[in-house]
């Protein structure tokens, strides 16, 4: 027989016979072991799964791909930026914006907004114009309609499609000289809403309306852009696209990418699941000391038969293999059933929605591989290493009375 050790360390495990304590002891380790496992795979498979649906949340709100000038506001050379987007075949589909904070009146009530102009084919990069709950996506046919969002609608009580019920909107003017009348301080426009959107917390207090409606309260020139929001055909390409589009366009612009706008939010979802990796992790090395405790019974449990086989010339380091297998094998079981109840678990909830966050939204659950490997690697990394540091046990252990 080639591995004594490891066949020894299987008897001890799996026979049917001996010390009570030890099998109580070395199952209650298993156990603890499966379920710290489940909890941490479950856990993981939920962030995975929130990950997916606040990716899903937002996924409209912000393009692939946002080129912005590298000086100042309004894009320069707009004509072969253009020109270039039209030839990259990666690029979908996109859309000039120009965006400033306005101040927004009606019937007396007033708030500060953010007013978004766009072209006709944003919709094509972002399809707000689905998001539309109340009202229609404003036609283009005319300069001041306008699609508002819903705490901004709700806070003004402006109606929506209403010919009695025109907002209006001020863009201050920049310049310097002495204000000899009203018209001096800012620009003015009456707006129709057609529509109301959610703002999901990514557009609150936003206004979408046609972008010559920004050109004329900022007194801009026709086809000027602030910045172009870009669709791509393969989202997956987008990093090589902005390298494409850097080269072609120069230091002129400067593009993000849809993480990049949403850097901070990315953040604080990484850091959460940081810190649930690290609860659990730390759960799993303190359960990990039922193990210390199964190797310790076992050797006490053991010594009148690590005796007898030290004295037929049985070496300690192969003892120690024994006692090192024999966690080993613990933590290979705790593993593999804790992976199966957690799977078990997450199907469940995929299929059942059982467990929600509220009455309308089950926790979304989401079975990676990456997750497989990360609960493993982390269990058995601390499993390996408690077993080998209770297994070191010396000659004169075994040899004194």
Not at 87 to 100: G, T
Not at 315 to 336: E, M, Q
Not at 363 to 384: C, M, S
Request: net charge positive; proline share 3%.
């Amino acid at each position: 027989m080639k591995n004594i050790a490891f066949y020894i360390a299987s008897r001890y495990l799996l026979s049917k016979k001996g010390s009570t304590a030890v099998t109580f002891i070395t199952w209650l380790a298993i156990g603890a072991m499966t379920v710290a496992v489940t909890a941490m795979f479950v856990i993981i498979s939920v962030f995975s799964g929130l990950e997916d649906l606040n990716k899903d949340l937002i996924s409209n709100l912000h393009a692939d791909l946002t080129i912005e000038s590298a000086s100042g506001k309004t894009l320069k050379d707009l004509k072969k930026i253009t020109e270039v987007l039209k030839s990259n075949k990666e690029i979908s589909s996109f859309s000039k914006v120009i965006e400033e904070k306005v101040y927004i009146n009606f019937s007396g009530k007033g708030d500060i907004a953010y007013l978004r102009g766009v072209d006709s084919a944003y919709t094509k990069v972002n399809p707000i114009n689905k998001e539309v709950f109340y009202g229609t996506y404003p036609s283009f046919e005319y300069s001041n309609e306008v699609l508002m969002e819903n705490s901004l609608d709700n806070r003004l009580s402006v109606p929506v499609a209403s010919d009695k019920g025109f907002a209006t909107v001020f863009m201050p003017k920049a310049g310097t000289g002495i204000i000899n009348k009203e018209d001096d301080i800012y620009r003015k426009k009456d707006i129709l809403v057609t529509g109301v959107f959610p703002g999901k917390d990514q557009l609150d207090n936003y206004i979408i309306a046609p972008i010559e409606l920004t050109e004329e309260l900022l007194d801009l020139p026709k086809n000027s852009a602030y910045r172009i929001v870009i669709k791509l055909k393969n989202p997956d390409n987008t990093d090589a696209v902005k390298q494409q589009l850097l080269s072609s366009l120069g230091k002129n612009v400067k593009i993000r990418t849809k993480e990049e706008e949403n850097a901070a939010f990315w953040k604080m979802i990484n850091t959460e699941k940081l810190f649930i990796y690290l609860i659990f992790a730390l759960v799993i090395f303190i359960t990990t000391f039922n193990l210390a405790g199964a190797i310790i019974i076992l050797q006490l449990d053991k010594k009148q038969q690590a005796r007898s086989l030290v004295s037929l010339g049985f070496p300690l380091n192969g003892l120690r293999k024994i006692y090192f297998y024999t966690g080993i094998l613990i933590v290979i079981c705790g593993i593999a059933s804790g992976l199966i109840f957690g799977t078990a678990l997450c199907y469940f909830q995929e299929y059942t929605e059982f467990f929600r966050a509220n009455e309308t939204l089950p926790f979304p659950v989401k079975i990676v591989a990456r997750n497989y490997i990360t609960v493993a690697l982390t269990a058995a990394v601390f499993g390996i290493a408690i077993s080998w540091f209770f297994s070191r046990i010396r000659k004169d252990y075994i040899t004194k009375n």
